[in-house]
């Protein structure tokens, strides 16, 4: 991969460029660690957003869902925009105008490609499940031939895109900081709880490693 990517007309910026990010690190960096993303597509000249999974190897983003999916159907081969946002906290500012969200977000934009080969289907899916929980694909029961046949793979690959971050506090006008209003941030994590199990396991399966040991990439740690 090169080292960062080329500005685009829709990659640019207009509104706070300095929080803007070209480097593929800092947009690799945000892909890993918040799972969930928005994939907006064009269907017969409409709008559409759907919220999915997403994973990264290398140069290439993935996400997947049912064959029966209209919006994947239609998606193989045509322009999408995929958006993933970490939020960090709240800013309070000492106007409403300035209260903002401390953030990381990536959008990329390109044209999705389907992946079609079973094998290169089945490993990917693989890889989508151990990156969440290492180890367990390999403890569940075998693919059904229809379980392949079910799930439709599409990828993206980073070649659009771009990085927007904002941390630290608020940014008020220069006379405000002379009122008498609290002002400051308000951190968000995204943490788990305790595992649930489903009350249909067997008596004598107890939870693996990855599941007890499970933890979350995408925390607000920036390190």
């Not at 997403?54 to 999916?69: I, P």
């Not at 106007?95 to 079609?116: D, I, M, P, Q």
């Not at 305790?194 to 490693?209: C, K, M, T, W």
Request: glycine share 8%; net charge neutral; with cysteine.
């Amino acid at each position: 991969m090169t080292e960062s990517l080329t500005v685009t007309d829709r990659t640019r910026l207009r509104r706070s460029p300095k929080r803007g990010d070209f480097d593929l690190t800092t947009i690799c960096t945000i892909l890993d660690a918040q799972p969930l993303c928005s994939v907006g597509y064009v269907i017969d000249g409409k709008p559409y957003v759907t919220p999915t999974l997403q994973w990264r190897e290398d140069n290439h983003v993935y996400w997947h869902g049912s064959s029966a999916s209209h919006a994947l159907r239609q998606g193989e081969g045509t322009e999408v925009c995929i958006n993933v946002t970490i939020l960090d906290g709240f800013v309070l500012a000492r106007s409403g105008k300035h209260h903002s969200v401390n953030y990381r977000s990536v959008t990329l934009f390109g044209k999705a490609f389907k992946v079609e080969d079973p094998a290169e289907k089945h490993a990917k899916l693989a890889r989508f499940v151990n990156g969440l929980f290492p180890g367990r694909y390999e403890g569940l029961r075998p693919e059904h031939p229809q379980d392949l046949k079910a799930t439709t793979l599409l990828g993206l690959k980073l070649e659009e895109g771009s990085a927007k971050v904002r941390s630290g506090g608020p940014n008020d006008e220069e006379a405000d900081y002379a009122l008498p209003i609290w002002a400051g941030v308000i951190p968000v994590h995204l943490v788990t709880g305790p595992p649930i199990p489903d009350p249909r396991n067997l008596p004598d399966v107890g939870a693996p490693s990855h599941v007890t040991n499970f933890q979350l990439h995408h925390s607000s740690d920036r390190s």
